[in-house]
């Protein structure tokens, strides 16, 4: 949010960092959440998931009026369903590879496009 924006509350820079951090944190806990449900409830599972990913994007872009609260949250997503498809040494992993985890991954990663570039509603005035 630009301070000089007519309509807009000025927000400190601490205060932007802030919500960027807790976007992140969010996302990684929705990631994570969304790779463990995706599988458990197929296909239920994986409409829950990109639900909760595309509340978290639109969400971010809501609370914070910039693009850049999309790719907080993106971000910490996007390491989550990386490390967890990593998998352990032993063989276990959170996805055992098909076709629900990779629309989960690429619908992800489309919703979060699609947040990105919705143009900006202006806010209501009192």
């Given amino acids: 949010m630009n301070p000089t924006t007519p309509g807009t509350l000025p927000v400190s820079r ?8 807790g976007l992140a944190v969010l ?3 929705v990631g994570t959440a969304g790779a463990l449900v995706q599988a458990a409830w197929l296909p239920l599972g ?3 998931a990109l639900l909760a990913t595309g509340g978290l994007f639109y ?4 609370a914070t009026g910039t693009q850049v609260g999309v790719a907080a949250g993106g971000g910490g997503w996007l390491i989550a369903v990386i490390l967890l ?5 032993e063989g276990d992993g959170a996805f055992g590879g098909g076709v629900g985890e990779l629309l989960f991954l690429f ?3 489309a919703i979060a ?6 143009s900006r509603l202006p806010r209501p005035t009192p």
């Avoid at 969400?59 to 809501?62: A, D, I, N, P, S």
């Avoid at 496009?113 to 919705?118: P, Q």
């Fill in 14 to 21: 601490n205060a932007r960092f802030a919500w960027y951090a």
């Fill in 85 to 89: 498809s990593f998998g352990r040494p």
């Fill in 46 to 48: 994986l409409l829950l």
């Fill in 59 to 62: 969400g971010g872009m809501r």
């Fill in 107 to 109: 619908g992800g990663m």
């Fill in 27 to 29: 996302g990684f806990l």
């Fill in 113 to 118: 496009v699609m947040c990105t570039t919705l």
